[in-house]
């Protein structure tokens, strides 16, 4: 199993979730709710950590196994959903516990739909925005995104692929090539 590569794949893969906060940014200038600090910080934090953890690993440039795509994926899943967490956290946005923030979070990306929240109508609006553009990453498969990215950063994603399919689906391609069938995916969803 290649770890290194595994934490380098994850750090690039975080400096692209970071890119999910401006569009609630966005939404927060838009509305003027006041918590543009919220997505600002988070921006910078996601953005900072993956920048760190690609710099140490990124001379490690191994060809990925099946073993890797799993790996891959675990830490991928656990970190968006706890990164996704930190806008849910902050005192400056809706002060959610760790548990509840961690909740609402891994509930979107996993569209779930749950929720801890009890007043969904009055929180801000880019805070609406952001839980369900999490919804959004979730139901389109985070994996398949990073997959549609990952061979124009020159690092194969087929492993990925199989680790995220459930059952015998995973062995039969939509497309012949794996970012064709992310993009054709994205394009419909």
């Given at each position: 199993?290649?770890?290194?590569?595994?934490?380098?794949?994850?750090?690039?893969?975080?400096?692209?979730?970071?890119l999910t906060m401006?569009?609630?940014?966005?939404?927060?200038?838009?509305?003027?709710?006041?918590?543009?600090?919220?997505?600002?910080?988070?921006?910078?934090?996601?953005?900072?950590?993956?920048?760190?953890?690609?710099?140490?690993?990124?001379?490690?440039?191994?060809?990925?196994?099946?073993?890797?795509?799993?790996?891959?994926?675990?830490?991928?899943?656990?970190?968006?959903?706890?990164?996704?967490?930190?806008?849910?956290?902050?005192?400056?946005?809706?002060?959610?516990?760790?548990?509840?923030?961690?909740?609402?979070?891994?509930?979107?990306?996993?569209?779930?739909?749950?929720?801890?929240?009890?007043?969904?109508?009055?929180?801000?609006?880019?805070?609406?925005?952001?839980?369900?553009?999490?919804?959004?990453?979730?139901?389109?498969?985070?994996?398949?995104?990073?997959v549609a990215i990952?061979?124009?950063?020159?690092?194969?994603?087929?492993?990925?692929?199989?680790?995220?399919?459930?059952?015998?689906?995973?062995?039969?391609?939509?497309?012949?090539?794996?970012?064709?069938?992310?993009?054709?995916?994205?394009?419909?969803?």
């Amino acid at each position: 199993m290649h770890i290194q590569v595994a934490f380098r794949i994850l750090g690039l893969l975080l400096m692209l979730f970071s890119l999910t906060m401006l569009p609630p940014l966005f939404c927060s200038w838009l509305f003027d709710d006041g918590i543009e600090i919220v997505f600002i910080d988070t921006f910078v934090i996601t953005l900072l950590s993956g920048l760190f953890l690609w710099s140490l690993f990124h001379r490690y440039q191994e060809d990925m196994r099946i073993k890797d795509g799993f790996l891959i994926t675990f830490l991928f899943y656990t970190a968006l959903g706890t990164f996704g967490a930190l806008p849910f956290i902050q005192d400056a946005g809706i002060n959610l516990s760790i548990a509840d923030a961690l909740f609402e979070s891994f509930s979107g990306l996993t569209t779930t739909g749950a929720t801890v929240i009890p007043a969904l109508d009055d929180l801000p609006e880019s805070i609406l925005f952001y839980r369900q553009q999490l919804q959004w990453l979730g139901g389109m498969g985070i994996i398949v995104l990073a997959v549609a990215i990952m061979p124009m950063l020159g690092i194969g994603g087929m492993q990925l692929y199989r680790a995220e399919t459930p059952g015998p689906v995973k062995d039969s391609k939509l497309t012949p090539r794996i970012t064709q069938t992310a993009l054709w995916l994205w394009s419909i969803y």
